[in-house]
């Protein structure tokens, strides 16, 4: 390795190693001057909360164990959910690119699908199902059904003409072609769309839960705004910061692995 | 001898919305097993297309197309059809490339793989077999590109425009060596090109086309008394018959 090079390299890693460093430390100082704000009562601590009457908080449930239900609640509902949006998604956008006269037909609805406010369904589904997990599930659902539909079926619809043609001039048929080269050619389109469903379950399971829970993260908000008391709230949603950044982690793995194996 | 391929009277339209596109009109001709066949024409005059129909892709609305005796439609398995982009798909190795077609019609052997090994070693992409597409240079991508056509082992192999992504100097070695590839292995070609001096270097005849919708105006065959037995498209380009032919080639392309 020449002399360059190395100096290069020692500078990209002074580098990178900076801005950790400063990532760690606008954090520590945003949760210190949080904490000093509420102490010196430069805000309502009652109102705002703190850091420690945050990990009080958390600590109280953690012991009486009831953290590990609502969390568990959640964390079931939203895999749950990304689950049928992944396998309903996948499937619809198949049966989209197969039948062309089909997308043709159902295209325009699920634009408006997709461009409608989901949230404001939710109360029409909980009424139609009961105040129950389902409802709230039906409501995550249908939250990013239809945006992956569309967005799959696009990326399948945008496959390289050339490349079908070639796939003909081996005698491929319809299978082959979908197997070989419009799912493999979708594989990044379908992650990066993971990625944001993720997400978006999480977003209307927290929705389904304010309308129709009894348990769960979105249901402890809301029960905790009603009685005005704002530390289980504050706790509930770093709770929810943790889970979308190991989820996030997780899909992006998968990605990496996907890649690996292709 | 029997023609290997024969097109009688084929006529081809487009249909779009913004209305009929006539491609080709009236092309008659009959192909020879292992001949060099080259067609040249202007941009758009239905080269692409007439391959399409040789191979099946598309059936003409009128007239035939016999391969070995039978309709051109059941015939595919004989025909290796490389198309004018190389198409290789980027989440495959270039092994795996060119196993494509192989694997598409299972006939994916372990003799099959053998050969393609085999060729992959002889074009100077061994090393390279386990890379993906993106780390090829033209001339790697479209040598990975022919032999995925070869390895389907067809009797007649369709070429379309298959140096146009090369520089010059690649371009003649790649002819040269497809050339001989093809002369070896006695197999029956027909090259679409825009180059005048590619078409007599390599073919024992060019078809010359006319401008949209395509019909044949002349077909040309080309003799090297002066080369015999050592003609490759290198020497056939300094042969003292090559710019007599270019000009008559010529002359009918502007005409
Ligand atoms: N799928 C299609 N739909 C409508 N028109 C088409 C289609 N494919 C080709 N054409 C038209 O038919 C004509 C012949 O096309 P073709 O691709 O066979 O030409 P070409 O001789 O191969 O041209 P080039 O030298 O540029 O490759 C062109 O004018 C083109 O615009
Ligand atoms: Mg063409």
């Known amino acids: ?262 | 001898m029997n023609p290997i391929l024969s097109v009688k009277n084929v006529n081809y339209s487009y249909h779009t919305q913004d209305g009929e596109t006539p491609a080709l009109s009236n092309i008659s001709f009959d192909i020879m097993p292992g001949s060099f066949t080259c067609i040249v024409g202007p941009s758009g005059c239905g080269k692409s297309t007439l391959l399409s129909l040789i191979s099946g892709l598309l059936a003409p609305d009128e007239g035939e197309i016999y391969i070995k005796g039978s309709p051109a439609a059941d015939s595919a398995m004989h025909i290796g059809y490389m198309l004018q982009k190389d198409s290789l798909f980027e989440w495959r190795s270039v092994y795996k490339n060119v196993l494509l077609g192989l694997e598409t019609r299972k006939s994916c052997t372990p003799e099959k793989k053998e050969l393609v090994n085999q060729m992959l070693d002889t074009y100077g992409l061994g090393n390279f077999k386990n890379v993906k597409p993106s780390q090829l240079s033209g001339g790697m991508r479209q040598r990975a590109a022919i032999i995925r056509t070869l390895a389907l082992e067809p009797d007649i192999l369709l070429l379309d425009e298959p140096f146009s992504a090369l520089d010059y100097q690649t371009r003649l070695e790649v002819s040269d060596d497809i050339y001989r590839i093809l002369k070896e292995q006695d197999k029956t070609a027909i090259l679409v090109t825009h180059d005048i001096s590619e078409a007599i270097a390599m073919g024992d005849r060019v078809i010359v086309l006319s401008a949209r919708p395509g019909h044949i105006n002349k077909i040309i065959d080309i003799n090297f008394d002066s080369l015999k037995e050592d003609r490759t498209p290198f020497s056939a380009r300094s042969s003292p018959e090559f710019p007599d032919y270019f000009n008559m080639i010529w002359k009918e392309l502007v005409q």
């Not at chain 1, 895999?79 to 619809?92: D, E, H, N, R, T």
């Not at chain 1, 304010?210 to 979105?218: Q, S, V």
């Not at chain 1, 809301?222 to 005005?228: P, V």
């Not at chain 1, 899909?251 to 194996?261: G, S």
Request: glycine share 6%; net charge positive.
């Open chain 1, 1 to 262: 390795m020449s002399e360059q090079q190395k100096i290069y390299l020692k500078k990209q890693k002074r580098y990178k190693t900076t801005i950790t460093l400063l990532r760690f430390l606008l954090f520590a100082g945003f949760l210190i001057l949080w904490e000093a704000a509420a102490r010196l009562g430069w805000i309502e601590a009652f109102i705002f909360s703190s850091p420690t009457r945050i990990a009080k908080c958390f600590y109280k449930m953690v012991m009486d164990g009831s953290i590990f239900k609502h969390t568990a609640i959640t964390l079931g509902e939203t895999f749950l959910s990304f689950g049928i949006i992944i396998v309903f998604g996948i499937g619809a956008a198949l049966l989209l690119w197969l039948y062309t006269p089909l997308s043709d037909v159902l295209e325009p609805y699920l634009v408006v699908l997709n461009s409608l406010p989901k949230s404001a369904l939710a109360p029409m589904l909980i009424v139609w199902l009961g105040n129950n997990a389902k409802a709230i599930i039906v409501t995550a659902v249908s939250v990013a059904i239809f945006g992956t539909v569309l967005n799959i079926y696009t990326s399948f619809a945008d496959t390289d003409p050339d490349k079908i043609k070639l796939m003909k001039t081996f005698g491929g048929n319809r299978f082959q072609i979908l197997t070989k080269l419009v799912l493999p050619a979708s594989l990044n389109t379908i992650i990066s769309n993971m990625k944001v469903n993720i997400g978006l379950c999480l977003v209307g399971v927290i929705i389904g839960e304010f309308l129709a829970a009894r348990a769960g993260l979105g249901y402890l908000i809301i029960y905790n705004s009603q009685i005005f008391s704002m530390d289980p709230i504050a706790m509930s949603i770093i709770i929810l910061c943790i889970i979308s950044i190991i989820l996030f982690k997780i899909i992006d793995l998968l990605q990496k692995i996907a890649k690996k194996l292709s």
